[in-house]
């Protein structure tokens, strides 16, 4: 049977391939750009014949019509391995959970299906090429793990032009038709995310990076209007011969490349190729995707490994936080209890910049923020509040940068990182932070700063 014939002979509707989830499974939606739309609407319409259907996803784009339709959870309860802002907003309603992870270790969960159960794993893709694959384009992630754990496969092809890029590996990103149990074509929207806009202060913490990279350095950004502004200065300065391994692809990569800056010619392993587990931003970047040699993306096992990190010189990771205390203790995920995101790989790449040759880890916040009574809170608190989650543990703390400098934790007693935050700081929170180390017991009066 060719290729196409065995296409059209698993080819159904959104409707007719639901009909294979039964009460009690448990479903897995693809990551971010992934996830359905077509399957996830015909799911959603069986809710009243349904019980006890549980979701895992990662990254939600948009509120999942089965959150929608059951705003009780009588029938769907969703889990969650990184939030969105959709998810966030979902979690705050009680409509999601969320799943703790380092992401390195996603595709392992799967892979020892002692932990993962898959009935039904359900992807959007891109239309099939003539050897009989399937693109998992913007989200390859944890793809393969999950849909060779699963014990039914359904792709939802999207019909779209233009469509979903390409996105050429590396490894684990496509899905052969003979691992396909249903092909579903529905066209629906490729997800644009916009930049978001720097602020001041992201400038000015984006200059005091930028200052602290080599030529030749192999960087990993985040999302966000600060690492978009380093890209943007990067761009528009001397440095030269740039790599890339990073888990998102983001728009400050393209800009690096058209200005001459991404080569990747320096780099320890994939030598010549940008590496990355998933991407999202504007269309260009999407389109620079598409069938492009010089980007190779891998599943996050790979891409986030501390030791391929920093089997490249120079590994720089740039990623936010929401508070840091005086130990050197980082939360990026949560504010007190509240759950914002997840630890995503930002453990990941801090641990392999700290093991790479020259390799710096950036953890950037602003020093304050006004809370909703008009009050000016410092980011560098004495100690996490009550509940909140630590990221990266003081241990693996190395240069923590607001924008009144960089702090440089590594190797450092307690004093002296307390000394070096503090210097940081807000001046006009200064000291009240240390009156606190000194209730600590980490700030002595013959401490200057």
């Given at each position: 049977?060719?290729?196409?014939a065995?296409?059209r002979s698993k080819l159904v509707t ?10 009690g499974?448990?479903i897995?939606?693809g990551f ?5 739309y077509?399957?996830?609407k ?5 809710k009243?014949?349904?019980?006890d259907?549980?979701?895992?996803h990662?990254l939600?784009?948009?509120?999942p019509e089965v959150?929608k339709v059951?705003?009780?959870r009588e029938t769907?309860?969703f889990s969650n391995?990184?939030?969105s802002g ?6 705050d ?10 992401f390195r ?6 892979r ?5 159960d898959?009935d039904v ?8 090429n003539k ?9 390859v992630?944890?793809?393969?793990a999950?849909?060779e ?5 359904i792709?939802e ?5 233009p469509?979903?890029?390409?996105a050429m590996?590396?490894?684990e990103?496509?899905i052969?038709?003979?691992e ?5 074509e ?7 995310i916009?930049?978001a806009?720097?602020?001041e202060i ?12 080599p030529?030749g350095a ?6 966000g209007?600060?690492?978009n ?6 761009a528009e300065s ?9 888990e998102?692809l ?8 058209q200005a001459?800056?991404?080569t990747?010619?320096h ?6 190729k ?6 999202a931003?504007?269309q260009f970047?999407?389109d620079w995707?598409d069938?492009n040699?010089?980007?190779?993306t ?9 030791y391929?990190i920093?089997a ?6 740039i990623?936010?936080c929401?508070?840091?205390?005086l130990?050197g203790q980082i939360s990026s995920?949560s504010?007190?209890?509240r759950?914002?995101s997840g ?11 700290y093991m790479s040759k020259?390799g710096?880890a950036?953890?950037?916040?602003t020093s304050?923020?006004?809370d909703?009574?008009g009050?000016l809170?410092s980011?560098i608190?004495?100690?996490?509040p ?6 990266v ?5 190395h240069l ?12 450092r007693?307690t004093?002296?990182?307390a000394?070096r935050?503090i210097n940081?700081?807000?001046p006009?929170l200064?000291d ?6 000194e209730?600590?017991g980490i700030?002595?009066?013959s401490?200057?700063?």
């Amino acid at each position: 049977m060719s290729y196409y014939a065995e296409y059209r002979s698993k080819l159904v509707t959104a409707e007719e391939a639901v009909k294979v989830v039964k009460d009690g499974d448990w479903i897995d939606y693809g990551f971010g750009h992934t996830n359905p739309y077509a399957l996830d609407k015909a799911l959603a319409a069986r809710k009243d014949e349904l019980k006890d259907i549980k979701l895992r996803h990662c990254l939600s784009l948009r509120v999942p019509e089965v959150c929608k339709v059951d705003p009780n959870r009588e029938t769907f309860f969703f889990s969650n391995w990184h939030f969105s802002g959709a998810d966030r907003k979902l979690h705050d309603q009680g409509l999601m959970n969320y799943i703790p992870m380092i992401f390195r270790n996603k595709p392992l969960f799967y892979r020892k299906s002692i932990y993962m159960d898959v009935d039904v794993a359900m992807f959007r893709v891109t239309p099939m090429n003539k050897h009989g694959y399937f693109n998992l384009h913007c989200g390859v992630a944890a793809g393969r793990a999950i849909i060779e754990n699963a014990k039914k496969v359904i792709v939802e092809v999207n019909t779209k032009t233009p469509g979903l890029p390409w996105a050429m590996g590396g490894r684990e990103e496509c899905i052969h038709i003979s691992e396909v149990d249903y092909i579903v074509e529905a066209e629906s929207p490729v997800e644009v995310i916009p930049p978001a806009t720097p602020t001041e202060i992201d400038k000015k913490i984006a200059e005091l990076i930028v200052e602290q990279i080599p030529n030749g350095a192999c960087i990993q950004l985040g999302i966000g209007g600060m690492p978009n502004v380093v890209g943007t200065l990067i761009a528009e300065s001397d440095l030269k011969d740039l790599g890339c391994q990073t888990e998102m692809l983001v728009d400050a990569y393209y800009h690096l490349y058209q200005a001459g800056k991404l080569t990747n010619k320096h780099k320890g392993i994939d030598k010549g190729k940008a590496t990355y587990a998933f991407a999202a931003g504007s269309q260009f970047l999407y389109d620079w995707m598409d069938n492009n040699p010089t980007l190779a993306t891998y599943a996050v096992d790979y891409t986030n490994n501390p030791y391929n990190i920093a089997a490249n010189d120079n590994a720089v990771a740039i990623n936010n936080c929401v508070e840091v205390d005086l130990y050197g203790q980082i939360s990026s995920e949560s504010s007190g209890p509240r759950h914002i995101s997840g630890t995503g790989g930002q453990l990941d790449f801090t641990t392999g910049a700290y093991m790479s040759k020259g390799g710096k880890a950036f953890i950037c916040c602003t020093s304050s923020f006004t809370d909703k009574q008009g009050n000016l809170k410092s980011r560098i608190v004495p100690l996490l509040p009550q509940g909140s989650i630590v990221t990266v543990p003081r241990t693996q703390a190395h240069l923590i940068v607001t924008e009144y400098g960089i702090a440089d934790l590594a190797g450092r007693n307690t004093w002296e990182r307390a000394e070096r935050l503090i210097n940081i700081a807000h001046p006009d929170l200064r000291d009240g932070l240390i009156k606190e180390a000194e209730k600590l017991g980490i700030w002595k009066k013959s401490n200057k700063l």
